[in-house]
T-cell receptor
Framework: DTEVTQTPKHLVMGMTNKKSLKCEQHMGHRAMYWYKQKAKKPPELMFVYSYEKLSINESVPSRFSPECPNSSLLNLHLHALQPEDSALYLC????????????????FGEGSRLTVL | DAKTTQPNSMESNEEEPVHLPCNHSTISGTDYIHWYRQLPSQGPEYVIHGLTSNVNNRMASLAIAEDRKSSTLILHRATLRDAAVYYCILRDLRNNDMRFGAGTRLTVKP
């Protein structure tokens, strides 16, 4: 299994809603990532979890709240978003371990396309 | 983070080789050179990576300059399915930091 699964594929929400994006992998990876991608732009790093601990937070507004309940799951909780937060949200995972086996390759999901009205 | 510089766009004809350049003059000794591509409406996918020596896999070849300050991704015979944005990224495996630059948009003409 070399897949990263993201749900939902599409999400439309109002500015007062609370919703969550979910990401799952069963490759035994210990690093998981959230990226935000606007149209015609490269992915922007938001958060990185290493061994279920938040290791990188790129000064993301608190209306985005990541959670890593276990090594296979990564959530992004959304609350009081703005229309400019509409984007494709990509999840990725990597082995995250030091040593010869680690090529550093990231495996990406297909993304969750978020529209904030 | 060390940065990379790539041309904004390139064009190729189908079934011809494509050489995608990347400059990374501030590369450090612990940085690996990674290439990813993103097809329309998909997440990025890994293409190839290397440290010092040239590398080949089923998708592409990676040629790394002797001083490691530049590299070139080589697609030996471009197909229409290779049309994508190609990202060159420096990856320090001591941490899990992984940031994308602007990339090169490759157009393949039939």
């Amino acid at each position: 299994d070399t897949e990263v699964t993201q749900t939902p594929k599409h999400l439309v929400m109002g500015m007062t809603n609370k919703k969550s994006l979910k990401c799952e992998q069963h490759m035994g990876h210990r690093a998981m990532y959230w990226y935000k991608q606007k149209a015609k732009k490269p992915p922007e790093l938001m958060f990185v979890y290493s061994y279920e601990k938040l290791s990188i937070n790129e000064s993301v507004p608190s209306r985005f709240s990541p959670e890593c309940p276990n090594s296979s799951l990564l959530n992004l909780h959304l609350h009081a978003l703005q229309p400019e937060d509409s984007a494709l949200y990509l999840c990725a995972s990597s082995l995250g371990l030091a040593g010869g086996r680690n090529t550093g390759e990231l495996f990406f999901g297909e993304g969750s396309r978020l529209t904030v009205l | 983070d060390a940065k990379t510089t790539q041309p904004n766009s390139m064009e190729s004809n189908e079934e011809e080789p494509v050489h995608l350049p990347c400059n990374h003059s501030t590369i450090s000794g612990t940085d690996y050179i990674h290439w990813y591509r993103q097809l329309p409406s998909q997440g990025p996918e890994y293409v190839i990576h290397g440290l010092t020596s040239n590398v080949n896999n089923r998708m592409a070849s990676l040629a790394i300059a002797e001083d490691r300050k530049s590299s070139t991704l080589i697609l030996h015979r471009a197909t229409l399915r290779d049309a994508a944005v190609y990202y060159c990224i420096l990856r320090d495996l001591r941490n899990n930091d992984m940031r994308f630059g602007a990339g090169t948009r490759l157009t393949v003409k039939p």
